[in-house]
């Protein structure tokens, strides 16, 4: 029967075969005495970091997202410590850990709830069995104001879901489009 997978499977395959690097096994909750958003291990699950690198969407070019033809002008890139997301604006991110997932395991992500209640909303397709790289994170501003993020501290969650048995033909297998991504990977055909 498929299951979510507990903080144990988590420590061990992230030590043991490099699920995910770098690796937190506790949740962390303060850096240099000063309190951040939690990243690491949880029960069910492992809070990832944001990195310091994004593209913030613009209008400046008055551009139409295409999806099988985004123009880079769609966007600024910006690298900082922190990123102020617009009103009602959307940034493309990425994790600081690069995840390997075994082939038996999906992992899903949800947002976390400080960054939730903040009017932030967070959409990443699965990874796939057999998937490896840095995760790219969509990230909505659903609120009239500005929102502030945090670089290198939590701001998601995957959880890991194993089939009763493993896949036929994995990501890897395939040759999924978006395998071994490093940095924040735009769409791809």
């Known amino acids: ?7 144990k499977w988590i420590i061990d395959e992230s030590i043991n075969n490099g699920m995910i690097y770098p690796f937190e096994s506790k949740q962390v909750r303060e850096v240099d005495g000063k309190k951040v ?4 291990v949880s029960s ?3 809070d990832a970091r944001l990195s310091n690198e994004f ?6 070019n008055s551009s139409v997202i295409d999806p099988k033809n985004l123009a880079i002008s769609s966007f600024v890139d910006y690298t900082g410590d922190t ?18 997932i075994p082939k038996n395991v999906t992992a899903i992500c949800m947002g976390k709830s400080t ?7 967070v959409h990443v397709t699965p990874l796939e069995a057999g998937w490896h790289g840095h995760v790219t994170l969509e990230f909505s501003n659903a609120t009239p ?3 502030k993020m945090y670089a290198w501290e939590g701001c998601v969650q995957f959880l890991f879901l194993e ?3 493993d896949c036929m033909t994995s990501y890897a297998d395939r040759g999924g489009k978006y395998q071994g991504q490093t940095g924040i990977t735009l769409p791809r055909l």
């Open 55 to 60: 593209k913030i969407f613009t209008n400046v």
């Open 83 to 100: 990123v102020v997301i617009p009103p009602n604006s959307f940034i493309l991110a990425r994790t600081v850990e690069y995840f390997r």
């Open 163 to 165: 089939g009763d048995e």
């Open 145 to 147: 104001l500005p929102v």
């Open 115 to 121: 960054y939730a209640r903040s009017g932030i909303a």
């Open 37 to 40: 958003i939690s990243y690491g």
């Open 1 to 7: 029967m498929p299951s979510i997978k507990a903080d």
């Open 44 to 46: 069910y699950g492992y």
